[in-house]
Nanobody
Framework: QVQLVESGGGLVQAGGSLRISCAASGTFSKYHMGWFRQAPGKEREFVAAVTWSGGTTYYVDSVKGRFTVSRDKRENTVYLQMNSLQPEDTAVYYC????????????????WGQGTQVTVSS
């Protein structure tokens, strides 16, 4: 069983940065991790993913070059560093865990956190 808890969201101005975290318990190191986001009235969107080893990452084109996903195995924590934030990045951000790589669909993820709100003002 894997439990995930996100934290670090908040309100920032456009151009600013945030780092959100996902603390995991259970057999976390055996899972690959993904970040998703969902804005009001919109579908859930894939953002980034990292393998359980931390050696391979993947990003959606809209955040490539601005966001960085990483993990600290000793602390069982996954991070999403978000730079050059824009208002369109405003959403609830969720972390999720999967044993499948590469993940092909959000349904591939077995465990989800409760989400953390990121709001970017103009």
């Amino acid at each position: 069983q894997v439990q995930l808890v996100e934290s670090g969201g908040g309100l920032v101005q456009a151009g600013g940065s945030l780092r959100i975290s996902c603390a995991a318990s259970g057999t976390f190191s055996k899972y690959h991790m993904g970040w998703f986001r969902q804005a009001p009235g919109k579908e859930r969107e894939f953002v980034a993913a990292v393998t359980w080893s931390g050696g391979t990452t993947y990003y959606v084109d809209s955040v490539k070059g601005r966001f960085t996903v990483s993990r600290d195995k000793r602390e069982n924590t996954v991070y999403l560093q978000m730079n050059s934030l824009q208002p369109e990045d405003t959403a609830v951000y969720y972390c999720a865990a999967t044993r499948r790589w590469p993940p092909g669909h959000s349904d591939d993820f077995n465990y989800w956190g409760q989400g953390t709100q990121v709001t970017v003002s103009s």
